[in-house]
């Protein structure tokens, strides 16, 4: 018999060029931040989101180092990776295990560490998420594709460049409000539009940072969730998809849709018996403004072409009818790849817990996340549900 599943601690480190904090450092502080929020000393098992730890920091068995120095010496320990995924899939690990009732208790987390590394051997080790032999050989990075991307949505729709404005905008203005994020100021449309160009047509501004952080969960059954919340509201987990498409833009279908999105995401409205207009907030991947949009159309909330709409419109803002990016997204809270689709979870809880500050909603009781890993190769979408 399946059981739903609670979250009921959550923890997290700021994010940013932390070059004083070891890897295992910050999934340490993560972990048991998480668990002290959820008033818990141990755990059955943990399982590590991370991209980057063997390429960049020459350190593999990563959960098990996590367990080790966090005082869970002797559990059940793994680390996942999914390329930039690897956050929402640890997670979704973590979940299941707790819902098929192989673990009570389970602490998942997300951790990267990207800027103790030139900047040449970071771009170097991102790209081993791409295909090897017919993108990276020919010298296409991440930033290539979506540039790729962003260039055709262009032509396709006739959108200019600075119809891509409102969602850095949206994000840094959100970020103000948390103080973990990476960057919590404002910009103007005006300085979007005069940040330098990195690969047309994308900028700076239209580009998350690299950066480090970690961020962690912990899991139970939801009949066993009010043991360990206490006066916090029961998170619950309504739904956890995952999908694939063709690790290679050029291989697929339509390079516009997203299919992984649009699958993952309709079998998580399945699961939760929902669609897209019961959806409160969305913390979608905005790794870059384009996928932003792709990502909102793929998911039902706009049509092919119009997601775009959605930024102009306001819509996206904290007042609008589908807020997105509420504590700063990818582009202002930060991007450490691997801790990314934990990091949407825990602000997934805080606004659903009421905890998210300046930038909390009103009446946020259904959330959804989307991770994204590569060029939309591998997405999962979970949906929670704040309940009383």
């Known amino acids: ?33 998480a668990m002290q929020d959820a008033g818990i000393e141990q755990a ?36 996942i990776e999914a390329a930039c995924a ?10 299941m295990a707790v819902a098929s009732g192989m673990a009570n208790t389970v602490v998942v987390a997300g951790v990267e560490k990207m ?19 017919y993108e990276v050989a020919e010298g296409a990075t991440f930033l290539a594709l979506n540039a790729i991307l962003m260039k055709r949505y262009m032509h396709e729709y006739g959108v200019p460049h600075s119809a891509f404005a409102p969602f850095p905008v949206n994000a840094h203005k959100n ?14 449309k005006e300085r979007y539009a005069q940040a330098p160009v990195v690969a047309p047509p994308i900028n700076v501004m239209d580009s998350s940072p690299i950066c480090d952080g ?22 619950r987990v ?26 993952s995401s309709r079998r998580a409205y399945a699961q939760a018996a929902l669609a897209p207009m019961d959806i409160d907030l969305f913390e979608l991947h905005d790794a870059f403004s384009i996928m932003s949009v792709l990502s909102l ?24 009818d589908l807020p997105i990016t509420t504590l700063g997204g990818l582009k202002a809270r930060g991007h450490p790849v691997g801790a990314t689709g934990v990091y949407q979870i825990v602000e997934l809880v805080q606004q659903l817990r009421g905890d998210a500050g300046p930038s909390q909603l009103n009446n946020a009781d259904i959330g959804m996340s989307q991770n994204i890993g590569g060029s939309g190769a591998t997405i999962l979408t979970h949906i929670l549900v704040g309940e009383n």
């Open 44 to 79: 059955d098992a943990l399982y590590v989101g991370n991209m980057l730890s063997g390429a960049l920091a020459g350190q593999e068995h990563l959960a098990t180092l996590i367990a080790d120095f966090a005082g869970l010496k002797g559990i059940e320990a793994a680390k």
């Open 1 to 33: 018999m399946i059981r739903d599943v609670a979250i009921v601690g959550i923890g997290q480190t700021p994010v940013g060029e932390l070059w004083d904090i070891s890897l295992r450092h910050l999934g340490h502080d993560a972990v048991v931040a």
């Open 115 to 133: 800027t103790d590394t030139l900047p040449a051997d970071t771009t170097a080790g991102l790209a081993l998420a791409a295909d090897q032999e």
């Open 238 to 263: 309504a739904a956890s998809a995952s999908a694939t498409d063709t690790l290679a833009v050029h291989d697929r279908r339509d390079p516009l849709f997203l299919e992984a999105s649009y699958l």
């Open 214 to 235: 970690a961020a962690a969960v912990v899991l139970v059954p939801v009949d066993r969730a009010k043991e360990y919340s206490g006066s916090k509201r029961i998170v």
């Open 175 to 188: 970020a103000i409000g948390n103080p973990n994020a990476m960057f919590a100021m404002a910009i103007s």
């Open 86 to 95: 690897s956050g929402a899939a640890a997670f979704r690990t973590g979940m």
């Open 297 to 320: 159309e793929a998911c039902g909330f706009a049509p092919r072409g119009r997601g775009i709409e959605l930024g102009a419109s306001g819509a996206i803002t904290l007042d609008g």
